[in-house]
């Protein structure tokens, strides 16, 4: 069977993010002392260790385990899947889209694995920038699946604005 260069090039993106994020958690599990605190650039961007049993910022943290294995675990696998699956299946994608989509597989498919594997997320950086400009605690999956979305609506907007100006 062969390749297409396409297909390779999904591949090695999924797999790089992957391996960035377990790489990471698996330095800041064997290094940091958890539920520490760390400077990094001051008290604006800091180093810790704790574990996320829920998704975003700890919801559903506290969701009965049959909840938690639907939402947390069985829906995501399925639409990671279904989103890999039109990742190689539609030709015709804009490239921001592609991109944007292979980093969110590469960051959901990692964070899922520590849920299965771990039972909870290893998150890790924090940045406080003063007043309501902070983020809750987070990894390089979570990075890659926000950049996935960025791109996501870069690609729109651009998108958009060209189908715009071919109807004016």
Known sequence: MRFSKR??????LVVVTIALDQISK?????????????????????LHNVEN?????????????TLKFILL??????VLGFVL??????????KFSFVGFCFIIGGG????YDRFVYGSVTDF?????????????FNIADVSVTSGM????LGAIIKWRTSKKSLD
């Open 125 to 137: 950086f924090h940045i406080d920038l003063g007043g309501s400009l902070k983020t809750g605690i």
């Open 7 to 12: 297909s390779i090039f999904i591949v090695v």
């Open 26 to 46: 698996f330095w800041v599990r064997a290094s940091v002392e958890p539920f520490s605190k760390s400077e990094i650039l001051g008290k604006y961007f800091t």
């Open 53 to 65: 049993t829920g998704a975003f910022l700890g919801l559903g943290s506290d969701f009965n385990p």
């Open 109 to 112: 498919i990692a964070n899922v």
């Open 85 to 94: 699956y039109q990742v190689f299946t539609e030709k015709n994608m804009d």
């Open 150 to 153: 960025i791109m996501l609506l």
């Open 73 to 78: 675990l069985l829906l995501p696998v399925l």
